[in-house]
């Protein structure tokens, strides 16, 4: 059991759509941190959420865009997707330190 | 900005021999270092940590990493891997007060009975 559940797990969008992926962190953990991880390649920072704010953002276009709600769950849009954009997006969350993330299992997006 | 370099991609051994996976990171201040672990079919685990103290920290399943401050490395070992080892490692660094973590691109690591 991850602890984290991300929804859905796999999902197929076309080029110039826009896409909702979901995070429920894990049970007392309070920040919510998403990474992409592209075929090959380790998870990628795009940013990370605590008080129902953006905290920080790594290298990612603002067509990547986040919200967090009071419950702590999260969601990731990104809009005018490109085939670059698939990858597995991955939610982490943590009590406000990143040296306790917990990981969902990600979930697989598939632009074509 | 941070970055981690995982070396030799894929590693097959046999069950019982060693492992050593290596870790460079380049940042010049101090660091918080991570190894994770992606077993097939499921979500990225942690599998060891080193924030200060001693160097060499062990983890979960056997697992060790020793931090080596003047090399930048903080390499991961095990004596004798299991077929159950199998699995994705990927090794993260982050700085004090930033809340990100850098990840290499990964090992990937088959056992064979």
């Given at each position: ?54 905290r920080q953002r790594g290298n990612f276009p603002d067509r990547f865009s986040g919200h967090q709600f009071p419950n702590y769950s999260s969601e990731l849009n990104v809009n005018a997707l490109l085939l670059g954009d698939s990858a597995l997006y991955l939610c982490a969350s943590s009590q406000d330190e990143v040296q306790s993330l917990h990981f969902g299992n990600g979930t697989r997006l598939t632009v074509t | 900005a941070q970055s981690v370099s995982q070396h030799n ?105």
């Amino acid at each position: 059991d991850a602890g984290v559940t991300q929804s859905p797990t796999h999902l197929i969008k076309t080029r110039g759509q826009q896409v909702t992926l979901r995070c429920s962190p894990k049970s007392g953990h309070d920040t919510v941190s998403w990474y992409q991880q592209a075929l090959g390649q380790g998870p990628q920072f795009i940013f990370q959420y605590y008080e129902e704010e953006e905290r920080q953002r790594g290298n990612f276009p603002d067509r990547f865009s986040g919200h967090q709600f009071p419950n702590y769950s999260s969601e990731l849009n990104v809009n005018a997707l490109l085939l670059g954009d698939s990858a597995l997006y991955l939610c982490a969350s943590s009590q406000d330190e990143v040296q306790s993330l917990h990981f969902g299992n990600g979930t697989r997006l598939t632009v074509t | 900005a941070q970055s981690v370099s995982q070396h030799n991609h894929h590693v097959i051994l046999s069950e019982a021999a060693s492992l050593e996976l290596g870790c460079n990171y380049s940042y010049g201040g101090t660091v918080n270092l991570f190894w994770y672990v992606q077993y097939p079919g499921q979500h990225l685990q942690l599998l060891l940590k080193y924030f200060s103290g001693d160097p060499l920290v062990k983890g979960i399943k056997g697992f060790e990493a020793e931090f080596i401050k003047s090399k930048f490395s903080f390499n991961l070992r095990k004596p004798s891997v299991q077929w159950s080892d199998t699995a994705e490692y990927f090794c993260a660094v982050n700085g004090p007060g930033n809340n990100r973590l850098a990840f290499g691109k990964g090992n990937q690591v088959v056992v064979i009975p």
